[in-house]
């Protein structure tokens, strides 16, 4: 175990492999860390399964409804943020751009539009709606820099390796004045104190890092891209705690998960700690 972090939570892999792992808090950015971090082909392991949603087209059961009809009403708002920006030449890199229908939305609104994707099954339905504009992994390095106005990466920075590379990659592929829209779980909203170890947004071990709205600013600060805004993302409540109650009780509860999500929510207006939190970066250091 690494020197200096203390275990806050012991859990384990509630989606595939049933396997144990620890949450290790980093306290000087108040962030918690994965141990042990499976790397290469032993964490691509970890993600084939027919239930890891992002993956996956499907609409199978309540589950994969309920991620269906929130992800249409979320495409919409992510569009209108992303045309909040001031660019005229519009052009969009999604990181983790799952089975493409965020640049599939942009593109349909005019964006130049580009994506990257390390899953092949997913990459390919990416590319069958976007014209082709998804590449594998090792290609964002082979991106041209200062290239983009936007930067999404929609629940992807957590399952990145090496976090201070791919921050600084990030930082250089923005044009200036760019801006970089990341969205994290929260680990200190209402619904993950609740279920702790059941938490369906700490996801061992897919999920390396589980960020704070400190350790997002300390980070990026360092790369020197500046927090502009914080959002929430109040869906988010309910659908994890709907995946949460399916790990804690081994069936649906929607009752309880709409509850309890409804109580996170209600409890981040005066915490500002919501289930998941949208930060706006700028690259106006540049």
């Known amino acids: 175990m690494p020197e200096n972090k203390r275990t806050y ?28 971090q499976p790397k290469g082909q032993k964490l691509s392991e970890y993600y084939k399964s027919e239930d ?42 999604d990181v983790g751009c799952g089975t493409g229908d ?49 930067i999404t990466l929609w629940h992807v920075l957590e399952h990145l390796p090496d976090l201070d590379m791919h921050i600084a990659l990030f930082k250089s592929l923005l044009k200036p004045n760019g801006t970089l829209v990341i969205a994290v779980p929260n680990f200190k909203s209402y619904d993950a104190a609740y279920y702790k170890g059941f938490w369906a947004a700490f996801d061992v071990p897919r999920h390396l890092w589980h960020f ?19 959002l929430p993302m109040k869906f988010d ?6 995946l949460s109650e399916k790990y804690k009780l081994g069936f649906m509860n929607p009752i309880k998960a709409l509850w309890i999500g ?3 929510n209600r409890k981040a207006k005066h915490t500002n700690e919501y289930s998941s939190h949208i930060y706006l970066l700028s690259n106006e250091n540049s």
Not at 15 to 21: A, H, L, Q
Not at 71 to 83: C, F
Not at 214 to 227: A, C, P, W, Y
């Open 102 to 150: 965020f640049l599939e939305t942009a593109l349909k609104n005019n964006w130049q539009i580009t994506g990257i994707e390390p899953d092949e099954n997913a990459r390919d339905i990416a590319n069958s709606k976007t014209n082709n504009a998804v590449h594998q992994s090792d290609e964002l390095k082979e991106l041209k820099p200062h290239s983009f106005d936007v």
């Open 237 to 242: 409540a309910y659908y994890v705690c709907l």
């Open 52 to 93: 890891y949603i992002s993956h996956t087209d499907k609409k199978r059961n309540l589950l994969e409804l309920t991620y269906h009809k929130v992800r249409e009403i979320s495409l919409k708002k992510k569009l209108r943020l992303i045309n909040s920006f001031q660019s005229e030449s519009k052009t969009l890199l």
């Open 262 to 264: 409804w109580r996170s």
């Open 9 to 36: 939570l012991t859990l384990k892999d509630h989606s595939v492999s049933k396997d144990e792992f620890q949450l290790l808090h980093n306290k000087e950015l108040d962030m918690l860390e994965t141990y042990p």
């Open 212 to 230: 704070s709205k400190t350790s997002i600013v300390k980070l990026f600060n360092k790369e020197g891209l500046s927090l502009i805004n914080t």
